[in-house]
């Protein structure tokens, strides 16, 4: 097992096959030691985790359903190592695009379910930049979707 992934282990997380893209787009892309992973969605146990910051779902739910979005951005960056996601130099940026009302304004704290949880999965490694940002509907209804640009060996 790998350091990662026997970091996630301690974190009671075992990362899920990588997600087959839904459309005409590939999961991810690399270019020279980038790896540019597609917008993950909020999912649990095979269910889209659905709902509307401000509306329908608390600060707390949208931060889990964020959570949920990392760890299918690791299982990507896993199948783009061919498997070795030792590989990870650093999680270079994410952009995190939240299910919300208009007058909604905690899309930080929402997203902070993902950056909190590769900070604590990855240490320095997991520091990133980032972008949250409100979508009037995300596709199929899911709370949360990020997408992530990784640095590998």
Request: aromatic share 6%; glycine share 10%.
């Amino acid at each position: 097992m790998s350091v990662i992934e026997s970091r996630l282990a301690e974190l009671g997380v075992t990362l899920p096959d990588a997600p087959a893209p839904a459309a005409n787009y590939v999961p991810y892309v690399q270019s020279g030691n980038l790896v540019f992973v597609s917008g993950q969605i909020s999912m649990r146990d095979g269910a889209f985790i659905t709902g509307k910051l401000g509306d329908d779902m608390a600060t707390e739910e949208g931060a889990a359903a964020a959570k949920t979005c990392a760890i299918a951005l690791l299982a990507q960056l896993k199948a783009a190592c061919g498997g070795d996601i030792d590989r990870l130099v650093r999680v270079v940026k994410l952009t995190g695009f939240v299910n919300s009302t208009p007058d909604y304004t905690e899309q930080p704290k929402v997203i902070n379910g993902a950056s909190d949880f590769l900070v604590e999965a990855l240490g320095d490694k997991g520091r990133h930049s980032r972008s949250a940002v409100s979508a009037a509907a995300l596709p199929l209804g899911v709370a949360v979707e990020i997408e992530a640009i990784f640095e590998i060996a």
